[in-house]
């Protein structure tokens, strides 16, 4: 995932961070859950649980309602 203040986003057809924040299902729990698990076209990371909590703080600080 690229993170841009406008224009295009990434290679994929990932929604942008703000999109997933959202989604009315999204929450922390599911965040770190989908974070913390291999998924398509992502680079293979080993976060830390720390990490992947801020990562999941900043998407759900996108949140605009």
């Known amino acids: 995932q690229v993170v841009t203040a406008h224009g295009p986003g ?22 770190v859950d989908f974070i913390s698990q291999p998924h398509a076209h992502m680079l293979t990371r080993d976060y830390t649980p720390a990490q992947v909590n801020s990562i999941a703080g900043y998407i759900l600080s996108l949140r605009q309602h």
């Open 10 to 31: 990434s290679w994929t057809d990932a929604p942008p961070f703000e999109a997933i924040a959202n989604r009315p299902a999204t929450t922390r729990k599911w965040l």
